[in-house]
């Protein structure tokens, strides 16, 4: 019966050429820039990977209502090869966690067929921040400012439920139609880290670690407001705090030097910064009352709170999309790719059902979604 569920769910969608995102494996360590991000041509991506990719990212249109969908694709092959399943099904638990947010994607359906697993999500068109750093180099204060208290609401909402999400930076911070912020990819997500609880696991990408996961000391939630303040020095400064083409140059940085804040920023920014990255957890912004102490901070006095929640702020840019299909906000080399026809065939109902059984409870289908 699942395997007809999963075969009816691929049935009801169109898939299209127009996105296929290609990102290597969940565990993203220690992929380091290869060149300066915001140098010459400009913030370079990451590459397609065309050998052990276990995830693609696809546009469809679900045919009952003509709605677009991001279906996210995952080869359960390499993920059980690289033994990542536990990753999945964290992802799975946050997404279903996060409906009730503003700033975080939501889950629609998830299911499951014997190679592979499917997350279909909202279309988020409104391209990443790290496409609109590429193009823009840098934000100002009143932007940045916008920017991260959404994503800080998103963040004090998974803390509040005991969920600390350990990979924030610009690949995964998205602007929908309107220039509001939306988080995904919950991958690298830590469930059941209670307010005083730790973690151990060494995990993140390399410019945005804080010094305590360089350090493999257990770490707690203040990690995500390290992060935080890492995306918004980025987002005024061009670059991350520390930044290094050379990753152990970088880690020696992050580890020991101190904090450089180039002239030209307002005290109240700067404030924040020192705050946020601060090595010593104990002392970072954050470290007591968590999203409270961020909510306080002056940098943020002109930010309603209850405003923003409700998207009734005017966000400071629109990325200008013209509809639920516009890709001008997504980097060409993604859109040139096309839609492989493993992702769509009919699989082999012969096929074994071992791997299911490291995916026991995935499928998942919201109640004003079903069409069952």
């Not at 800080?152 to 990979?167: E, T």
């Not at 101190?258 to 307002?266: C, V």
Request: include cysteine; hydrophobic fraction near 35%.
């Amino acid at each position: 019966m699942r395997m007809l569920v999963s075969l009816y769910h691929i049935s009801q969608y169109h898939l299209f050429p127009l996105i296929t995102h290609r990102w290597s494996s969940l565990v993203k360590m220690p992929d380091c820039r290869a060149a300066c991000p915001h140098a010459g041509a400009g913030y370079l991506p990451n590459k397609p990977s065309n050998k052990q990719t276990s995830m693609q990212v696809l546009l469809a249109k679900l045919k009952a209502d003509n709605k677009f969908y991001a279906v996210k694709v995952l080869q359960k092959k390499i993920i059980l090869k690289k033994k990542e399943q536990k990753n999945i099904m964290a992802e799975r638990n946050v997404l279903l966690k996060s409906l009730k947010h503003p700033f975080l994607v939501r889950l629609h359906y998830s299911f499951q067929t014997s190679e592979k697993l499917y997350f279909v999500l909202d279309y988020v068109n409104g391209g990443e921040l790290f496409f609109h750093l590429q193009r823009e180099r840098c934000f100002s204060e009143p932007r940045a400012r916008f920017y991260a208290a959404e994503v800080a609401s998103a963040i004090g909402y998974l803390h509040s439920l005991n969920i600390v999400y350990r990979d924030l930076k610009p690949e995964n911070i998205l602007l929908d139609s309107q220039g509001h912020v939306v988080l995904t990819d919950f991958g690298l997500c830590k469930e059941g880290v209670e307010p005083e609880g730790t973690t151990t696991t060494f995990c993140g990408t390399p410019e945005y670690l804080a010094p305590e996961v360089l350090r493999k000391e257990p770490y707690d939630r203040t990690v995500d407001w390290w992060c935080l303040g890492a995306v918004l020095y980025e987002m005024v400064y061009s670059l991350p705090p520390f930044y290094s083409r050379d990753v152990g140059e970088m880690y020696d940085g992050i580890l020991h030097k101190p904090l450089f804040l180039p002239p030209g920023k307002s005290e109240a920014i700067r404030s924040l910064l020192v705050g946020l990255l601060q090595k010593d957890p104990h002392r970072r912004l954050g470290s007591i009352a968590d999203f409270l102490e961020i909510k306080n901070h002056s940098f943020f006095t002109p930010i309603n709170w209850d405003d923003l929640y409700h998207k009734r702020i005017t966000p400071p840019y629109n990325p200008n999309v013209r509809g639920p299909a516009d890709t001008q906000n997504i980097d060409p080399e993604f859109t040139r790719e096309m839609v492989p026809n493993s992702v769509s065939q009919t699989p082999d109902l012969n096929a074994s059902f071992s791997s299911s059984n490291a995916f026991h409870g995935f499928s998942f289908v919201a109640t004003e979604d079903s069409f069952l």
